[in-house]
């Protein structure tokens, strides 16, 4: 059999999921178990300037006619129509969707859920919340047999991208946004972005998910970062505190002492030991707390094409993996493992700090850096100090690498610790994440 699947929609995330389809088509193949075909692509002007290269003929207008072809129906249009009607088409005829598209799914989860029901379809949207980061599977899945007490997270790119830009470079509002929107971060009216209605939408999302509820998008308390000026910014790098848009859902208790649930969105201090102060760029990071597993930390890229695209593209292969296991009357056949070949410690790509103490006397330098260079090393810091260890007349030389091989960084070390004029090197240790 082969899994049909549509795209409707070819921006910046749906030109990268039609890239990925084709271009690891064989890959895919092996993982769903059958063959993925990219049915065709709804776009509304099969003749518009793309960031990726594709075949004139996969584009079509008519995207009824494409989801009534389809067993995997992916909406990357966004907007709550046309988009909520393909997709109710599509789950009702009994075909699975993916989508990223939480301003839909916030206002209308529970009668697409019903209509997914209706069809014996599934309704899968990864790349709804957070991007790229794999956080819905995790809540649904990973954490089932846990009981989370509360969410909290940096969930939209756009805003924590200006905020980001604001705080180090001192950018003015307009441009870090401008510069969003350039990178495709930011959705068709990005009012939505700093308005802070997208990652409302996602908090209601991960509220929902998180306590296995409905919670209604009219219920979160959202506030974006419109009023957050420049002079707000610097006052809180004076107070050791950094600005960002937070959402948070968590449980608690009114003033009568009932329960409930508490889902926020707004600006918020935070200390920048905090880990969430280190959330740069577009980036996104989610700390869930749950009763047994404490607390848990998911990172990485909430928006842009190609992350997003990751996203989409692994509730694709999950669904069309149980597609193609329906159709083979029970299972599929494990991907077959290709043949690894181990890499030895000496082909490692690392880069090393080292310390030497060496005669304080000219030409010491140019000696060490002789013999770096013949090793094919190149050299990114070195430093001198005085060194007590070495005693009179030495000096401490810190020196930092480029990353290298093992092996030319090793045979350097043991060539620069035969020259006369070190009396030691003092310490090898290698670097990562440079
Ligand atoms: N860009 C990002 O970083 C992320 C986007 N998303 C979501 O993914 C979805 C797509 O986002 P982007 O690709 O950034 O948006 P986009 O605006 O770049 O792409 C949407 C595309 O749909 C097309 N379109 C509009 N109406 C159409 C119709 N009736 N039929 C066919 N095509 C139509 C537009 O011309 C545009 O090319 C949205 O729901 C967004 O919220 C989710 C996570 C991250
Ligand atoms: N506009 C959104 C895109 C991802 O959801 C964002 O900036 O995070
Ligand atoms: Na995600």
Sequence with gaps: MTVKVALLGCGNVGSQVARILLEQSDELAARVGAPLELTGIAVRNPDAARDVELPREIFTTDAHA?????????????GLEPAGEYIERALRRGASVVTGNKALLAARLPELTEAAEAGGAQLLYEAAVAGAIPILRPIR???????????????????????????????????????????????ADPTADVEGHDAAAKAALLASLAFHTTFALENVHCEGITSISAEDVAAAEDAGMVIKLLAIAERGTDSAGDEGISVRVHPTLLPREHPLAAVRGAFNAVFVEAENAGELMFYGQ?????????????????????????????????????????????????????????????????????????????????????????????????????????????????????????????????????
Excluded at 66 to 78: F, K, N, P, Y
Excluded at 340 to 349: E, Y
């Design 66 to 78: 494409l989801v009534d072809g389809a067993d995997i129906v992916i909406e990357l249009i966004g």
């Design 302 to 434: 909430g928006a842009g094409g190609a992350p997003t695209a990751s996203a989409v593209m692994g509730d694709v292969v999950s669904i069309g993996r149980t597609r193609a296991t329906q159709a083979a009357g029970g299972s599929v056949a494990e991907p077959q493992p290709r043949p690894s070949r181990p890499l030895g410690i000496a082909d490692a790509a690392t880069s090393y700090a080292l310390s030497l103490d060496v005669s304080d006397e000219t030409g010491v330098l140019a000696e060490i850096a002789g013999i770096v260079a013949r090793h094919g090393v190149s050299i990114e810091t070195m430093r001198q100090t005085a060194s007590a260890e070495g005693g009179a007349g030495s000096a401490r030389l810190r020196i930092i690498t480029h990353v290298g091989r093992e092996a030319a960084l090793a045979a350097t070390v043991a060539d620069i610790e035969q020259l006369p004029v070190v009396k030691a090197v003092s310490s090898v240790v290698r670097v990562e994440g440079k």
């Design 141 to 187: 899945e990973s954490l089932a047999g846990d009981d989370i007490t509360k969410v909290m997270g940096i969930v939209n790119g756009t805003t924590n991208y200006i905020l980001d830009a604001m705080d180090t470079s001192g950018a003015q509002f307009d441009q870090a946004l401008a510069d969003a929107q350039r990178l495709g971060y930011a959705e």
